[in-house]
């Protein structure tokens, strides 16, 4: 592998340390979802990656797409909230534009399009509605800038993770229009969303797996 490019073992090291950072994160995530949801984001996220880990580990991929559309489709399957699907039809669609052994920037920038797409498409949120979609489109848009100026794939995916966490604290202000925190109207303001603080998370282990390999 080189500089510019993702391979079966990084997207694997991707979803695997994932896993790792929901769990550490399992109980912020769960107590953002106590405040503006049912308490249980932290868990669908373990449950769903731990799962989507276990089942990569006796998979043989050829392509890195195979690895993240296999991680969409556990997510589905393992997860019973909203995230669980949404989550799932990103990576479901990551996967299918991603057909080679490797990806290299520009690549896995379609890719990310196509999964915010496909999230958009089945959850019908738009930026500003408090999910989600409010750390994923600016961490996209960080990576396809980044990517389109000819960075290396670690320094695009620092520039998303960095813009996902930004995405993530502007939600606190923001009045939910999408999912369960739409239920509390005007009460919603004033908290994270949690599922923009787990696109965060997963931008940031994105960055981190590409900086150490
Ligand atoms: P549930 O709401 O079913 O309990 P989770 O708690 O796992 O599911 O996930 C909640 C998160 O899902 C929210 O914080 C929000 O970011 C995201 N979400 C909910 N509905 C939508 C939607 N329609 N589009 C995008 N994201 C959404
Ligand atoms: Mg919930």
Redesign the pocket.
């Known amino acids: 592998m080189n500089g510019d490019s993702v391979d079966i073992d990084l997207a694997r090291t991707w979803v695997r340390a994932t896993a790792a950072a929901v769990d550490k994160h399992k109980d912020h995530l769960t107590q953002l979802?106590s405040a503006i949801?049912?308490a249980?984001?932290g868990i669908?996220?373990h449950r769903g990656f731990s799962a989507a880990t276990a089942v990569l580990a006796d998979f043989e991929p050829e392509t890195v797409g195979a690895v993240l559309f296999k991680t969409g489709t556990t997510l589905i399957s393992s997860?019973g909230?909203?995230?669980?699907p949404?989550y799932g039809s990103a990576f479901r669609a990551m996967g299918k534009a991603l057909d080679a052994a490797t990806a290299d920037t520009e690549q896995f920038a379609a890719a990310l399009a196509a999964g915010l797409e496909s999230?958009q498409k089945l959850?019908?949120?738009a930026p500003g509605?408090k999910?989600?979609?409010d750390a994923y489109a600016p961490a996209l848009a960080a990576f396809r800038q980044h990517a389109g100026a000819g960075a290396d794939f670690a320094a695009a995916a620092l520039a998303a993770a960095d813009a996902a966490e930004e995405g993530m604290r502007a939600t606190t202000p923001m009045q939910a229009r999408?999912?369960?925190?739409s239920y509390l109207g005007a009460r919603s303001i004033g908290h994270q969303?949690?599922?923009?603080t787990s696109t965060a998370l997963i931008f940031r282990t994105l960055a981190e797996t590409v900086e150490a390999r």
């Open positions: 979802d949801g049912d249980d984001h669908n996220m997860v909230g909203a995230s669980g949404l999230v959850g019908a949120a509605d999910t989600m979609i999408k999912g369960r925190a969303d949690p599922g923009a």
